[in-house]
């Protein structure tokens, strides 16, 4: 079989070595054609988490998710990433057993349950431990949902098109909390308190409850066909026994993994200093909403620019293309990381208590505060589209990157469960900021040695560990199915 000429005009000198080794297949035309695209899956992927950690990051990004105490939420949030950091390690052998389109759907309800407790709370106000549990419940739902989703992000494009088509799922994952931002600050525009209604919290509910059946509509991965014509080759193991060695394995025959463990880390870290110790802290509630609407809005632009003209860049080889990025967001993690600490020295917990009279969009210090929101956004989308690049620039085994996926949630969860619960005992916003820009600085440090080392120009088919292992049984091709 061939693949059209349409499947070929992504191909590069970077993808040779590993292509020329795989049987090529033609790809379906007309709408079925359209259907099975990389792109448009992963484009359906990137609505199902719109909906869902979309409502959530635009709730979490309100700050204090839309309360006046913070408490609460850095408490449900502390239970959350404790729940995720622990099954995220394993949902990579789940993943693989269950497959990606029964995870997302198992993993959507989560987030409708803890946009729910939020409005049970503000309707009984007693109800803030529903909040803690339902975050707790979340944290296994999202270890599913975001390792299914890394898993067919990562395996779906050519070696050329990871940097562009994680910038496609992240741009319409942002652009859910963009919508989220659009109505919490649309309904409380008027508003000068320190909370939102519970207008917020049911628009929130229905869109995530939509998100809900999404997944439904996602092809059978194991019918996919890359552009360059080359299948995504699935695979299913024998045991569980067997899949959870998998994760033993894939550290043992890539242990370069290992140095991206603090990036990992500091990966969701700073949400805790950016959305509670900063706009939390500073802004009234339509000030914070439409922070929240800039902040996500600029992470779309962001991923696109990395991914796209920077990751993707065909003129320059791969290896180079990530020492660029790389160094983008090295100069990125130390700019904005400066700015925030002239901003620190001006407040702490016991000048700006939570009901202090706030920051409002009409003050005049306003637009200089709402910049920082917007690079930190930029930072923020910057330093995720690298990670998921670098881990695709690893394999293309969808096997192999469930199981990077997994990780990376594990230890990004990990870190967000300590810095949220630093934060719901009132530590200093000084030592959660100085501790955030130092995580960030040391997690870029660490995954140096990967990117000159482990980082080739193409990949090679003994970087798929897992799916050269002998006793893995592979699916039966479509036509063997039928």
Wanted: aromatic share 16%; hydrophobic share 45%.
């Amino acid at each position: 079989m061939s693949a059209t000429g349409d499947e070929k005009i992504h191909g590069s000198g970077s993808e040779t070595s590993s292509i020329e080794r795989a049987e090529i297949y033609e790809r379906p035309r007309g709408w079925r054609g359209l259907y099975y695209h990389p792109a448009t899956q992963v484009c359906l992927v990137g609505f199902v988490c719109f909906m869902c950690p979309g409502m959530f990051n635009a709730l979490n990004g309100l700050g204090a998710a839309g309360q006046v105490d913070a408490t609460t939420s850095a408490n449900a949030n502390s239970a959350l990433y404790a729940t995720f950091a622990f099954f995220a390690f394993f949902s990579g052998s789940v993943h693989n057993v269950l497959g990606p389109r029964l995870c997302l759907l198992l993993g959507t309800w989560g987030y409708s349950l803890y946009i729910a407790s939020y409005l049970a709370t503000n309707i009984h106000p007693g109800a803030g431990d529903f909040i803690v549990v339902a975050g707790a419940i979340l944290g296994v739902c999202a270890a599913l949902i975001w390792t299914a989703e890394g898993s067919l992000m990562m395996a779906y494009p050519t070696e050329a098109q990871k940097g562009t088509f994680i910038s496609y799922f992240w741009a319409i994952f942002n652009l859910g909390s963009v919508v989220g931002s659009s109505v919490a600050f649309g309904s409380n525009y008027n508003s000068t308190a320190n909370k939102v209604g519970n207008g917020t919290y049911i628009v929130f509910l229905v869109l995530s409850l939509t998100g809900v059946v999404l997944p439904l509509f996602l092809a059978d991965p194991y019918k996919m066909i890359r552009t360059d014509g080359t299948r995504v080759a699935p695979i299913r193991y024998p045991s569980w026994k067997t899949e959870f060695i998998s994760l033993f394995v894939a550290l043992k025959t890539d242990p370069w993994i290992v140095l991206l463990f603090p990036m990992f880390f500091a990966s969701n870290y700073f949400y805790t200093w950016q959305f509670n110790d900063y706009n939390g802290a500073l802004f009234n509630i339509r000030t914070r909403s439409l922070n929240n609407f800039v902040y996500w809005t600029a992470q779309i632009f962001g991923s696109f620019f990395i991914g796209h003209f920077v990751l993707d860049l065909r003129r320059f080889r791969r290896r180079v293309r990530a020492f660029m990025g790389w160094s983008i967001v090295v100069v990125l993690v130390f700019a904005v990381h400066l700015w925030s600490y002239y901003y620190q020295l001006t407040y702490t917990r016991t000048s700006d208590p939570p009901t202090a009279v706030k920051m409002d969009i009409h003050d005049p210090g306003y637009p200089a505060h709402v910049w920082l929101m917007i690079f930190y956004g930029l930072l923020d989308s910057m330093w995720q589209t690298t990670a998921y690049w670098l881990m695709g620039a690893m394999s293309n085994d969808p096997a192999k990157l469930a199981v990077f996926t997994g990780f990376y949630k594990c230890f990004q969860s990990a870190g967000s469960a300590v810095v949220w619960r630093l934060d719901a005992v009132q530590k200093p916003y000084m030592d959660i900021f100085i501790s955030t820009w130092v995580l960030a600085a040391a997690g870029m440090i660490c995954a140096l040695p990967l990117v000159y080392v482990r980082v080739k120009d193409y990949t090679e088919m003994d970087d798929e560990a897992l799916l050269a292992r002998p006793n893995v049984e592979r699916l039966p091709e479509a036509s063997e199915r039928r």
